[in-house]
């Protein structure tokens, strides 16, 4: 499972500059008037071997002072709640201001490991005033430029040693992980709810997952698995404005700790931007996928309703398509079962392996009769395929020149594969590689 860091701080100390540094793209837009980071602040790093995912919390700002204390008391609630480290940045050329005091109270309290970067260091003059970021009494501060990157080694350095060892017992590992996403107000709450519901007793939260994620042993109707919740946590904070960046960092880590995505739409709404980003996030991060239509009881019906709001929901998702839709009335209890049916084979076609002779048997004859369009008169040869030995199914064609294979025949490979094997809702990684 993947850990999660955030980086805190006020506008304009360079969190976005240490963010793109970090997951080494330009990701977020950096403009130098406070508050114009717009982006999806969310990136993938590795050091070490470690692999964590970095969240820059900044750019959400609103310029006035009143407003702008709670704007940052609410990124380092948001921060502590969903991080499970935290580098606080400030800046040495203007000191201690009130507000990093008021985020490093914050901080302090919250019992998270932290680590302070001080930035814009550029000479030697300015590490002496690093010091009296000590009086924080948030460990020893590093002092970064993230203009030019030194001292990024220490402080990954640092963010390593205070990640947490990931203990995961083993029970844990056996069991499929479904979680719950969508945006607000879809009902995600209530189908958990739905699914829990008053049989609480035989539902067991397990000790020592200690993501904030809640994780749910569900062990009944022969069925047994952990249902990640990220709804019922956060009744304290209701975040109005930004729900949409905020809510695509909730389902970060329910989709990152998860085998199988539930991705709940508002039938009346139909699939948006926000659900768009969701369903990406889920592909790329290679899980399972199960989409469900809630509230369809709303929905004024004719005869073929139903297959037409599926269809134009396949045309959206396109190219990645092939995924189960549900529809269902949660507070009418619809269907609700169904959805976790579908989950569970979701959570199976994913770890579907398909012996290698098998798999040349059914797909070279039609390689043969389809061979990739030939370029410049050179002819494309695949002579032998495989499934990867990959957590989630990958397969490689062995081909003479791969750099010549489009896109659309990548395709084209794939929906012959999906036609003879169950991979529904499950994405699937095709390569071409030099035999």
Known sequence: MGNIVAIVGRPNVGKSTLFNRLVGRR?????????????????KTDWRGKEFSVIDTGGYAVNSDDVFE???????????????VIIFMVDVTTGITDLDDAMADLLRRSNKKVVVAVNKVDNNDRVYGAHEFYSFGLGDPITVSSMSGSGTGELL???????????????????????????????????????????RNIVTPVAGTTRDAIHTRYNKFGMDFFLIDTAG???????????????????????????????????????????MNIFHLIVKNKKGCVIVVNKWDLVEKETSTMKRYKEELERKLAPFNDVPIVFTSVLNKQRIFEVLKMAIQVY???????????????????IEETPPPSIKGKYIRIKYAQQ???????????????????????RFLENKIRSRWDFSGVPIQIYFRQK
């Open 157 to 199: 350095d640092a963010v390593y040693n205070a990640l947490p060892e990931n203990a995961v017992s083993e029970e844990e590992l056996e069991l499929p992980k479904i979680a719950v996403v969508g945006r607000p107000n879809v009902g995600k709450s209530s189908l958990t709810n739905a699914l829990l519901g008053e049989e």
């Open 70 to 84: 709670e704007e940052i008391r609410k990124q380092v609630v948001l921060a502590v709640e969903e991080a499970d």
């Open 388 to 410: 990867l030995p990959s957590p989630t199914p990958a397969f490689a064609f062995f081909v003479n020149l791969p750099q010549y294979v489009k896109d659309s025949y990548r």
């Open 27 to 43: 990701a977020a837009i950096v403009n130098d008037t406070s508050g114009t980071t717009r982006d999806r602040h969310y990136g």
């Open 233 to 275: 946590l956060r009744k304290k904070t209701k975040v109005t404005e930004d729900i949409e960046f905020y809510s695509v960092l909730r389902s970060v880590r329910a989709i990152e700790s998860a085998d199988v995505c539930i991705l709940m739409l508002d039938a009346l709404s139909g699939i948006e931007a926000q659900d």
């Open 348 to 366: 199976e076609a994913r770890k579907r392996r398909i012996p290698t002779s098998e798999f040349n048997n059914y797909i070279l004859p039609i």
